[in-house]
């Protein structure tokens, strides 16, 4: 794959979660409320540390890329 196609790949699966945030919010809803998630609330400030999603994205763009560029 040449970096002309890896931009037009990057460029497309952002047009998809820009799609998917505007019109099905609710797909997303779960990010930073997983157990494992640190969420630190007051009345003035809001701190979220999600580890666990992260993780779980992290091993899902992981076999994604695997996936594709599995030659």
């Avoid at 990010?31 to 979220?48: K, M, S, T, V, Y």
Wanted: net charge positive; glycine share 8%.
């Amino acid at each position: 794959m040449n970096t002309g196609n890896a931009l037009i790949a990057a460029g497309l699966a952002l047009i998809g979660v820009g799609l998917a945030l505007k019109f099905a919010p609710w797909l997303v809803t779960w990010f930073g409320r997983l157990p494992g998630d640190i969420r630190i609330q007051n009345e003035h400030r809001f701190i979220l540390i999600p580890i666990t999603s992260m993780v779980i994205v992290s091993v899902v763009l992981s076999w994604l890329i695997n996936l594709i560029c599995r030659k």
